[in-house]
Nanobody
Framework: QVQVVESGGGLVQSGGSLRLSCEIV????????VGWFRQAPGKEREAVSC????????LYADSVKGRFTISRTNGVNTVYLQMNNLKPEDAAVYYC?????????????????????????WGRGTQVTVSS
């Protein structure tokens, strides 16, 4: 049984940083991809980032490119999302999702309803609040 658990959310001032963690049990990151999504109140789910296995190819939404970094540690079933220079518009519930495939979806920018279908395993989310 695959379990996905996010942590690391919290309250931060605009311009600050947070690092989210996603621990996955029952699923090998050596062969499969992991993505991050977010959803703010009243808004659609947004695809944020993805990291593939092996070479660790990464994808980012344009809205976070240059500010967020997704990474993983070999041998540890955890994926991280380092978020720097946070803005009020980054506030949302952040979800981690696991994809049983050796690559990320073709893109990870924008409409989360499209890219979410690539991921059958989801965590419950962690809240990120950014004060202006």
């Amino acid at each position: 049984q695959v379990q996905v658990v996010e942590s690391g959310g919290g309250l931060v001032q605009s311009g600050g940083s947070l690092r989210l963690s996603c621990e996955i049990v029952g699923f090998s990151l050596d062969y499969n991809a992991v993505g991050w999504f977010r959803q703010a109140p009243g808004k659609e789910r947004e695809a944020v980032s993805c990291i593939g296995p092996a070479s660790g190819a990464t994808l980012y939404a344009d809205s976070v490119k240059g500010r967020f970094t997704i990474s993983r540690t070999n041998g540890v079933n955890t994926v991280y999302l380092q978020m720097n220079n946070l803005k009020p518009e980054d506030a949302a519930v952040y979800y981690c999702a696991a994809r049983p495939a050796p690559r990320c979806p073709p893109s990870h920018d924008g409409d989360g309803s499209i890219y979410a279908t690539f991921y059958p395993y989801w965590g419950r989310g962690t809240q990120v609040t950014v004060s202006s």
